[in-house]
């Protein structure tokens, strides 16, 4: 998250490839400056293409926008 004041809001959605979210009403709020990563530690990782939809909110604080960057690193 690379805004200046404004939190992300991870999670929440009715499906997700990240069981920590897993039910519709968890979320995790990642704070400005924040980083959260999630790994595959087996052969299987997580297949983006099927498993998208990780949902990504603004958790309405402050004025500014919310600004933030999604890296997906793994094999086709």
Known sequence: NTSVEASLLIGGAGTTPV?????????FKL????VFLTTA???????LTTNKNLKLAHDGMGTSSLVYEIIA????
Do not use: Q
């Open 19 to 27: 069981d920590l979210f897993a039910d519709p009403a968890d979320a």
């Open 31 to 34: 704070r400005p400056g924040g």
């Open 41 to 47: 530690p087996d052969a299987n990782g997580i297949l």
């Open 73 to 76: 690193i793994g094999v086709d």
